[in-house]
């Protein structure tokens, strides 16, 4: 099992920064990538950033105002938020993806962390 806490969340003005955490503990045998997810009221969970084999990749959303980070050595993941805007108000969501030898996925998230943009 992995088990991941996310922190760093709360309300923000537009145009205002944030810097989420997620610490990660466990087993971290398979883990190929970790990243970040949101989900607003009412919409699918979807893609914010991810990190697989040093390669990270961003949501067009976010290209240019978020940055995944990690820190090996205390096993956490950091998202950046620069010039938030309203619509990034949402439950972030930290995500580690184990890829199992039959090429089957197993995900692990965590508790979630709100983010809230005013305008």
């Known amino acids: 099992q992995v088990q991941l806490v996310e922190s760093g969340g709360g309300l923000v003005q537009a145009g205002g920064s944030l810097r989420l955490s997620c610490a990660a503990s466990?087993?971290?045998?398979?883990?190929?990538?970790m990243g970040w997810y949101r989900q607003a009221p009412g919409k699918q969970r979807e893609v914010v950033a991810t990190?697989?084999?040093?390669?990270?990749t961003y949501a067009d959303s976010v290209k240019g105002r978020f940055t995944l980070s990690r820190e090996n050595a205390k096993n956490t993941v950091y998202l950046q938020m620069n010039s938030l805007k309203p619509e990034d108000t949402a439950a972030y969501y930290c995500?580690?993806?184990?890829?199992?030898?039959?090429?089957?996925?197993?995900?692990?998230w965590g508790q979630g962390t709100q983010v809230t943009v005013s305008s």
């Open positions: 995500n580690a993806r184990r890829l199992l030898s039959d090429a089957t996925v197993q995900n692990f």
């Open positions: 466990g087993n971290f045998w398979g883990i190929n990538t």
């Open positions: 990190i697989t084999s040093g390669v990270i």
